[in-house]
């Protein structure tokens, strides 16, 4: 695939304050670039992949053992624990070696 743009070098920032609030999927972000994934400063870029089903399999493969925190009764949905993947399914970096976290639907939903 031939990028438009093949010269520029995209940037993807992170602000866990900026609208929507996502600050505990940024917070999880940062620790694992700070463990050195893919996408760290300096460290093999993230390279976006554009095919869904690829996508979904990164997921599935991340996620696969991830077993959600139980909820208390009557707690939202967006509020429920979630599987958070790093680098992204929707990434070649991502997939079964991505760092996995605990993040609540709603910041994970927002942040991307």
């Given at each position: 695939m031939t990028l438009p743009y093949p010269a520029v070098n995209p940037v993807f920032l992170l602000n866990g304050a900026a609208t929507p609030?996502?600050?505990?999927h940024a917070a999880f972000v940062k620790s694992?670039?700070?463990?050195g994934k893919p996408g760290?400063?300096?460290g093999v870029p993230l390279t976006r992949l554009y095919d869904p089903a690829r996508a979904v399999a990164n997921w599935?493969?991340?996620c696969k053992n991830f077993v959600a925190n139980p909820s208390?009764?009557?707690t939202p949905a967006d509020l429920r624990d979630s599987c958070d993947e790093f680098p992204f399914a929707k990434t070649f970096e991502g997939g079964a070696?991505?760092?996995v976290?605990?993040?609540?639907?709603?910041?994970?939903t927002n942040g991307g």
């Amino acid at each position: 695939m031939t990028l438009p743009y093949p010269a520029v070098n995209p940037v993807f920032l992170l602000n866990g304050a900026a609208t929507p609030a996502s600050p505990l999927h940024a917070a999880f972000v940062k620790s694992a670039l700070a463990a050195g994934k893919p996408g760290s400063p300096g460290g093999v870029p993230l390279t976006r992949l554009y095919d869904p089903a690829r996508a979904v399999a990164n997921w599935n493969a991340a996620c696969k053992n991830f077993v959600a925190n139980p909820s208390p009764p009557g707690t939202p949905a967006d509020l429920r624990d979630s599987c958070d993947e790093f680098p992204f399914a929707k990434t070649f970096e991502g997939g079964a070696n991505s760092a996995v976290g605990h993040v609540p639907l709603r910041d994970n939903t927002n942040g991307g």
